[in-house]
């Protein structure tokens, strides 16, 4: 009479299960003497129970403490889902980038980089402000009625001509400060970018390859002589392009040349 195997079937499904049970257990004991010790050794559970946020001020602070606060309070510190809280957060169009940082036992803290404003865009439907990587931010109102350059004219709202003159308002600020605080209004035309400051009607013609090309030079001699001139406002223009030099587009009257008798 033949034997049966004593063999035991396959069960694949059974190492999952003693894992399960294994994990079952570790997360018992942990969370077991989690409780014990904030019971009777006054131990922090790691809950966030405070959110910072800096890096902004006013409105968009408060925005930002309302939005962090609503996914991030009464969460496990190390638990808490910092990919959604950065993606919700960075939606935001004047958001530029957010450093989250968990401090143990309690408190999440965000440090927002806010994009700054280089340009006011004047269209039909209202004034915005245009940030320094091309984005439209907020409409201009008296919370952020910061004096900075404006594009009006709508040929130079085109999508080159306004990239275009958001690279060049980005240069000057960070590299000829003074200069830049004195643009009333920026323009594109063939030649390049176009400057006009107060207390100077003529346009300022920038160099297209080097937007701060002469800009010194021009402000030494607007100070110490254009200024100071009483045909100021008949000037033509003020050409920045030349190489060290700076050419000044004389009153139509003192430009032509006069006609000698013979």
Known sequence: ??????????????????????????????????????????????????????????????????????LALGKPLFWVDAEELRSRIEAKRWVRGLQIRKDPPDRLSLVVEERRPVLWLVRPNGVFLVS?????????????LNPIPVVVEPESQTDQGLARLVSAARILREKQLGF???????????????????GLSAPIFLSRQDVTKNVPNFQGLFVDHLSQRPDLARLRYVDLRWDDEVAVGEPEEAAAAPKTPH
């Open 180 to 198: 830049y605080e004195r643009i009333t209004e920026l323009r594109w035309s063939p030649r390049g970018p176009v400057a006009y400051i107060e």
């Open 132 to 144: 320094d990587d091309g984005i439209l931010l907020d409409r201009v109102s008296p919370a952020n």
């Open 1 to 70: 009479m033949p034997m049966l195997p004593r063999s035991r079937p396959k069960r694949p499904w059974f190492p999952w299960v003693r894992a399960g049970i294994t994990l079952a257990v570790i997360g018992g004991a942990g969370w077991g003497l989690m409780e014990l010790g904030t019971r009777y050794l006054g131990l922090q559970k790691l809950i966030i129970e405070q959110v910072s946020v800096s890096g902004c001020r006013g409105e968009r602070q408060a925005e930002i403490q309302k939005l962090a606060e609503e």
